[in-house]
């Protein structure tokens, strides 16, 4: 079995979405957030969460776009819904946090699956990641002759192509606040980053 994408297309389909990822939007927000309050690794694991859901819809536009799409449905919604609501309230937990609750979270697992959540639920109720990956990427690939290895180089360029810019802005975003040594500092940044998860959480249910 052997690849049927062409290098010109896969150096499109990079090239197209790392100019997406590197576009401040509400994932970006999400992973600068999650960075800068509890550190880098949160940052990963919400970048890795944002990556998973673009896989999802890109091998549901490659095994059974037209079922799926029309399955989907009133389920987009929900997730939707369900998507905003979790992610008001883990804003809340974080503007109703201490100013140590950076070092505490740093180490505990159940965080850093919700930071995975975070950016999974995001990309999941996102209205333009399913126009892209439902109504334009079929547009780069020719879904009728696609092979497994061609799926797999497209998940290693969504990998790299939107996990990349994802863990730029958390590098940024953690090394800023590892400048904000007071607890008032930290205190401030944790309302700050707890106002932008909320904020996600109602765009996500106000769309």
Known sequence: MQATISFTTITALFSFMIIGAFIPSVSTLAVAARSAAFGFSHGLFTSLGIVVGDMIFILIAIYGLSLLANMMGDHFYLIQYLGGMYLIWLGIMLWRSKAKAREFEAG???SLLSSFMTGLLI????????LFYLGIFPAFIHLTTITIIDTGIILLVTLVGVGTPKLVYAFIANKTSLMLKSSRATHALNRLAGAVMIGVGLYLLLK
């Open 108 to 110: 505990n697992e159940a």
């Open 123 to 130: 990309t999941l109720g996102d209205q333009k990641a399913i």
